[in-house]
């Protein structure tokens, strides 16, 4: 699969437009990126990106927050914004018919949020409730910002995206207003459509809509990689009463530029990310410790976390996390037999092209392109990548991209009065409470 | 804001879509449904086997569930794991879902695993094993996920008891993962007579969509699926609900920081013909930011922090249920007078056109969506073919949500909304158990 026919323009303001035309069925999707997001967030404001990415949609050019909804939803639309680490992004579908009332709406978020103070009370208030209660019915979900608060220290891939209910209620209108003026701009943003339209006539409507749009006030800072961590560090998270220990085990993996990405998918794969994986099978299928495991690399222009994932019931817990670093360790050494290669490319060759099969699809993927400046041949070269894989590169991407186990930071979300001693067993333990508003 | 009616879509092609469906039925009775689509070189397969929580009794609930682990573990022809290391080496991925009403397994290949993923699947319809090992191993990965979606999950916890306080007769007030000693004490006989009653060619629905031919399909089908003799029909669930003739109301205390509420009436069934006005009433309350619940009850009265809901379509009436999160503090009974403050002015004066129409656009904008992808036609014709009883509904279903009326989606609410038809549950968070402050700090720190 090639990336489909599209063209790309860039406005006289720096913008770059992307527009991928499909018609198959009668809907226009767009992916908005604008390079920065949350690893600019001021270290005591993490959320900032987030929240700020949130207000754009509450609110914007003639519309208040309940009137910007109504037209979204009046028109059977979406309208997401959100932030990740490295961009805020929006994404929009729209049935066909409403074009110009989609553009409308991205134009007027992107350059003309309101952030009304009583809205973002609102938003703020609700954030840090959610965080609260997903702690309560959903606390696995937050094992990845315990993890990267330990990992990652003084870098700003340390700050949870979302906020903490600490750093959410810090939040001012005008960080947001700075935040707007100094990182969101015509020269930070790509604009992606896919869907059904006339290339000619909706490149003219964005070049109408965007054309007079500001640059961002400041230059784009560059990002530091992180460092390794040596050594082994604990940290229990207590949740009294829970029934279960989840875990997160982790270090700084590899940049989304990484040479040798094919390896690494096809390596991670047959590791922990298919059901067949070396993780499920120990911790799953042969001894039923738990229902799911796990791993994965983040994706980011400079290294962010691997890490592995699973849960068990609390009396399991040393044998559970000792089998995860265990299987880690039989990677380490043994590697990859070529049928485990071969399958694990089968497996991600079998299944990428549903990943890509609707012009909103391609769309986010041609964003993820720009975003890392990657090129075109990242996708469409990349089943010939699979294809070349062979064990000595599976076995390099082991060595270079996949920590050792004595080399990992360890986060534990359980009943620490269970489990405390035996967390101790696998490194310098430190612990917080789960309903304590931060996650460092 | 009011659009028109999406009448201007693809309504040619998407009719000639509905025509593009064939369907086949095979002696023992297993139906077959094809929709050819050669936009990507892939195939979404679904298995719809009528067999949920619905057709459990007590003492042995959670079989339904536990089943669709134990459908990977291996046949009489294969060993375990072989399903799952067959079907990835040839580029295939798998899941499957049990609800209260079904089973679904769904694969996910490239078209040259067909034959594979055939053969695969009407092996484990005829020759599942039962090896004592597998089934005490997998039945400790089910109460792992019964520990992580129920046990640690204050919503889930308060959902289930809900669920068993609306329902008294019917097989509905079963949690689909299973109560905790039930899962304890299935039997090898329990699942070997459940597999037998439910897991025959004549319960099963198959759904393939996408780079496939249908006349190719159905010729693998007759070789393997073909083979396989037809089943005794599975025992009719009888049981109904008798009417409810008072609220009820069931209150949790959990460790926690928020309030949790949530409501539920008795409804409706998938089959009604009342379905795409309940769907709209839903989307009016609680669909999206500026639905009436939403709006009134978290923007404005900042009552609750979240408010969502909705109804589960099955083959029996199932419950509408509102669940909201409240702010740490919070007050449950301040929020649920407000909740009937809106609902009882839905039922006296109805909803208006604006809400109407946002309402129809949101469904005709999802039903486009849902089209988009082979697994989402998958999806949507095995609701319409199982649930609803004839997939070409699926077809006509934009047409149905474009006639429903203002008056139809009053007489659902007033229907619906009966106060002595109701179930209150609430769950109030015991603060103790938290503590704020870190009991050890950082050794190396």
Same mark, same amino acid.
């Given at each position: 699969?090639?990336?489909?026919?599209?063209?790309?323009?860039?406005?006289?303001?720096?913008?770059?437009?992307?527009?991928?035309?499909?018609?198959?069925?009668?809907?226009?999707?767009?992916?908005?990126?604008?390079?920065?997001?949350?690893?600019?967030?001021?270290?005591?404001?993490?959320?900032?990106?987030?929240?700020?990415?949130?207000?754009?949609?509450?609110?914007?050019?003639?519309?208040?927050?309940?009137?910007?909804?109504?037209?979204?939803?009046?028109?059977?639309?979406?309208?997401?914004?959100?932030?990740?680490?490295?961009?805020?992004?929006?994404?929009?579908?729209?049935?066909?018919?409403?074009?110009?009332?989609?553009?409308?709406?991205?134009?007027?978020?992107?350059?003309?949020?309101? =952030? +009304? $103070?009583? *809205? !973002?009370?609102?938003?703020? /208030?609700?954030?840090?409730?959610?965080?609260? #209660?997903? &702690?309560?019915?959903?606390?696995?979900?937050?094992?990845?910002?315990?993890?990267?608060?330990?990992?990652?220290?003084?870098?700003?891939?340390?700050?949870?995206?979302?906020?903490?209910?600490?750093?959410?209620?810090?939040?001012?209108?005008?960080?947001?207003?700075?935040?707007?003026?100094?990182?969101?701009?015509?020269?930070?943003?790509?604009?992606?459509?896919?869907?059904? =339209? +006339? $290339?000619? *006539? !909706?490149?003219?409507?964005? /070049?109408?809509?965007?054309?007079?749009?500001? #640059?961002? &006030?400041?230059?784009?800072?560059?990002?530091?990689?992180?460092?390794?961590?040596?050594?082994?560090?604990?940290?229990?998270?207590?949740?009294?009463?829970?029934?279960?220990?989840?875990?997160?085990?982790?270090?700084?993996?590899?940049?989304?530029?990484?040479?040798?990405?094919?390896?690494?998918?096809?390596?991670?794969?047959?590791?922990?990310?298919?059901?067949?994986?070396?993780?499920?099978?120990?911790?799953?299928?042969?001894?039923?410790?738990?229902?799911?495991?796990?791993?994965?690399?983040?994706?980011?222009?400079?290294?962010?976390?691997?890490?592995?994932?699973?849960?068990?019931?609390?009396?399991?817990?040393?044998?559970?996390?000792?089998?995860?670093?265990?299987?880690?360790?039989?990677?380490?050494?043994?590697?990859?037999?070529?049928?485990?290669?071969?399958?694990?490319?089968?497996?991600?060759?079998?299944?990428?092209?549903?990943?890509?099969?609707?012009?909103?699809?391609?769309?986010?993927?041609?964003?993820?392109?720009?975003?890392?400046?990657?090129?075109?041949?990242?996708?469409?070269?990349?089943?010939?990548?699979?294809?070349?894989?062979?064990?000595?590169?599976?076995?390099?991407?082991?060595?270079?991209?996949?920590?050792?186990?004595?080399?990992?930071?360890?986060?534990?979300?359980?009943?620490?009065?269970?489990?405390?001693?035996?967390?101790?067993?696998?490194?310098?333990?430190?612990?917080?409470?789960?309903?304590?508003?931060?996650?460092? | 804001?009011?659009?028109?009616?999406?009448?201007?879509?693809?309504?040619?092609?998407?009719?000639?879509?509905?025509?593009?469906?064939?369907?086949?039925?095979?002696?023992?009775?297993?139906?077959?449904?094809?929709?050819?689509?050669?936009?990507?070189?892939?195939?979404?397969?679904?298995?719809?086997?009528?067999?949920?929580?619905?057709?459990?009794?007590?003492?042995?609930?959670?079989?339904?569930?536990?089943?669709?682990?134990?459908?990977?573990?291996?046949?009489?022809?294969?060993?375990?794991?072989?399903?799952?290391?067959?079907?990835?080496?040839?580029?295939?991925?798998?899941?499957?879902?049990?609800?209260?009403?079904?089973?679904?397994?769904?694969?996910?290949?490239?078209?040259?695993?067909?034959?594979?993923?055939?053969?695969?699947?009407?092996?484990?319809?005829?020759?599942?094993?039962?090896?004592?090992?597998?089934?005490?191993?997998?039945?400790?990965?089910?109460?792992?996920?019964?520990?992580?979606?129920?046990?640690?999950?204050?919503?889930?916890?308060?959902?289930?008891?809900?669920?068993?306080?609306?329902?008294?007769?019917?097989?509905?007030?079963?949690?689909?993962?299973?109560?905790?000693?039930?899962?304890?004490?299935?039997?090898?006989?329990?699942?070997?007579?459940?597999?037998?009653?439910?897991?025959?060619?004549?319960?099963?629905?198959?759904?393939?969509?996408?780079?496939?031919?249908?006349?190719?399909?159905?010729?693998?089908?007759?070789?393997?699926?073909?083979?396989?003799?037809?089943?005794?029909?599975?025992?009719?669930?009888?049981?109904?609900?008798?009417?409810?003739?008072?609220?009820?109301?069931?209150?949790?205390?959990?460790?926690?920081?928020?309030?949790?509420?949530?409501?539920?009436?008795?409804?409706?069934?998938?089959?009604?013909?009342?379905?795409?006005?309940?769907?709209?009433?839903?989307?009016?309350?609680?669909?999206?930011?500026?639905?009436?619940?939403?709006?009134?009850?978290?923007?404005?009265?900042?009552?609750?922090?979240?408010?969502?809901?909705?109804?589960?379509?099955?083959?029996?009436?199932?419950?509408?249920?509102?669940?909201?999160?409240?702010?740490?503090?919070?007050?449950?009974?301040?929020?649920?007078?407000?909740?009937?403050?809106?609902?009882?002015?839905?039922?006296?004066?109805?909803?208006?056109?604006?809400?109407?129409?946002?309402?129809?656009?949101?469904?005709?904008?999802?039903?486009?969506?849902?089209?988009?992808?082979?697994?989402?036609?998958?999806?949507?014709?095995?609701?319409?073919?199982?649930?609803?009883?004839?997939?070409?509904?699926?077809?006509?279903?934009?047409?149905?949500?474009?006639?429903?009326?203002?008056?139809?989606?009053?007489?659902?609410?007033?229907?619906?909304?009966?106060?002595?038809?109701?179930?209150?549950?609430?769950?109030?968070?015991?603060?103790?158990?938290?503590?704020?402050?870190?009991?050890?700090?950082?050794?190396?720190?």
């Amino acid at each position: 699969m090639k990336i489909p026919p599209h063209q790309r323009l860039r406005l006289a303001n720096g913008l770059k437009l992307i527009l991928l035309p499909r018609a198959d069925v009668p809907l226009i999707a767009v992916d908005a990126i604008v390079r920065g997001g949350a690893r600019l967030d001021p270290e005591a404001l993490a959320g900032l990106a987030s929240v700020t990415a949130d207000m754009l949609t509450r609110g914007a050019g003639a519309r208040d927050a309940f009137a910007f909804a109504d037209a979204v939803e009046g028109a059977g639309g979406s309208l997401d914004a959100g932030a990740h680490a490295e961009a805020v992004g929006l994404h929009a579908v729209f049935l066909r018919r409403d074009r110009a009332l989609m553009l409308e709406l991205l134009a007027d978020a992107l350059q003309r949020p309101r =952030f +009304d $103070v009583s *809205e !973002l009370d609102r938003v703020r /208030e609700r954030r840090i409730e959610f965080i609260k #209660a997903t &702690k309560d019915s959903e606390p696995q979900s937050l094992i990845g910002n315990y993890g990267r608060a330990l990992l990652f220290g003084a870098h700003p891939f340390a700050k949870p995206i979302g906020g903490s209910e600490r750093s959410l209620a810090a939040l001012q209108p005008k960080d947001l207003q700075h935040y707007a003026r100094d990182h969101l701009g015509a020269d930070r943003t790509t604009l992606v459509f896919g869907g059904d =339209f +006339d $290339v000619d *006539e !909706l490149g003219a409507e964005v /070049e109408a809509a965007f054309g007079g749009w500001r #640059a961002a &006030k400041l230059p784009l800072p560059p990002l530091t990689e992180a460092p390794r961590v040596r050594g082994r560090r604990v940290r229990l998270i207590d949740a009294p009463e829970s029934t279960q220990t989840y875990f997160w085990i982790g270090n700084i993996g590899v940049a989304r530029s990484y040479p040798q990405r094919a390896a690494l998918e096809i390596t991670n794969t047959a590791f922990g990310g298919s059901f067949g994986s070396m993780l499920m099978q120990a911790l799953r299928v042969r001894s039923g410790l738990s229902y799911s495991a796990s791993s994965g690399f983040r994706r980011a222009s400079v290294p962010a976390e691997f890490s592995i994932g699973s849960f068990t019931e609390t009396p399991s817990t040393t044998q559970a996390v000792t089998i995860a670093l265990e299987t880690l360790d039989a990677l380490k050494r043994e590697n990859l037999g070529k049928r485990a290669i071969d399958s694990a490319r089968s497996y991600i060759l079998g299944q990428y092209p549903q990943g890509l099969e609707t012009a909103a699809d391609w769309a986010t993927a041609l964003a993820e392109l720009d975003l890392y400046d990657l090129p075109d041949s990242t996708i469409d070269e990349f089943p010939d990548a699979l294809r070349g894989v062979d064990a000595e590169q599976s076995r390099q991407v082991i060595a270079g991209a996949f920590p050792d186990s004595d080399d990992v930071d360890i986060v534990l979300i359980g009943d620490a009065a269970k489990i405390r001693t035996e967390a101790a067993s696998f490194g310098t333990l430190s612990e917080r409470s789960l309903a304590a508003p931060e996650y460092s | 804001m009011v659009t028109p009616p999406p009448t201007s879509g693809h309504p040619r092609a998407f009719h000639e879509a509905a025509s593009q469906v064939q369907t086949h039925q095979l002696a023992n009775g297993l139906t077959l449904l094809v929709w050819p689509n050669h936009n990507i070189p892939s195939v979404s397969l679904h298995n719809w086997v009528r067999a949920g929580s619905r057709n459990e009794g007590g003492g042995r609930t959670g079989l339904a569930h536990f089943f669709e682990h134990m459908m990977f573990n291996g046949t009489s022809h294969r060993a375990r794991g072989e399903f799952d290391r067959l079907m990835e080496a040839e580029g295939g991925s798998n899941n499957a879902f049990t609800s209260q009403d079904v089973t679904v397994y769904q694969d996910w290949f490239p078209s040259s695993a067909l034959e594979l993923v055939f053969e695969l699947e009407s092996d484990r319809i005829a020759n599942l094993a039962f090896e004592p090992d597998v089934v005490e191993n997998e039945r400790k990965v089910v109460w792992s996920e019964r520990r992580m979606r129920v046990d640690d999950s204050n919503a889930a916890l308060l959902e289930e008891q809900v669920q068993a306080t609306a329902f008294q007769v019917h097989p509905y007030r079963i949690p689909t993962i299973g109560w905790p000693q039930d899962i304890e004490s299935w039997t090898l006989d329990d699942l070997q007579d459940f597999y037998r009653t439910y897991y025959a060619p004549n319960n099963c629905t198959l759904i393939v969509v996408g780079d496939v031919e249908p006349a190719r399909v159905f010729a693998l089908a007759e070789r393997t699926f073909g083979v396989i003799p037809r089943g005794r029909a599975p025992p009719p669930v009888e049981l109904e609900e008798p009417e409810q003739r008072g609220e009820r109301r069931t209150s949790l205390a959990r460790p926690g920081q928020n309030p949790l509420l949530q409501l539920a009436w008795h409804a409706i069934r998938a089959s009604d013909v009342r379905q795409p006005a309940l769907n709209v009433l839903q989307t009016i309350l609680v669909g999206g930011d500026a639905s009436r619940l939403h709006r009134s009850l978290v923007e404005e009265q900042r009552l609750a922090v979240a408010i969502g809901g909705g109804w589960s379509e099955g083959f029996d009436p199932n419950v509408f249920v509102l669940h909201a999160t409240l702010s740490e503090g919070g007050d449950t009974q301040v929020l649920e007078a407000a909740i009937d403050a809106q609902l009882a002015r839905v039922v006296a004066k109805g909803i208006t056109e604006a809400e109407l129409r946002r309402a129809k656009n949101l469904a005709a904008a999802d039903f486009w969506r849902g089209v988009a992808t082979i697994d989402g036609k998958a999806r949507m014709l095995g609701e319409y073919a199982v649930m609803h009883g004839d997939h070409r509904h699926l077809f006509t279903a934009p047409a149905a949500y474009e006639r429903v009326t203002l008056e139809d989606v009053q007489r659902i609410a007033r229907t619906v909304f009966e106060p002595q038809r109701r179930t209150v549950g609430v769950l109030q968070p015991t603060a103790e158990a938290f503590c704020e402050e870190s009991v050890l700090d950082e050794a190396d720190a």
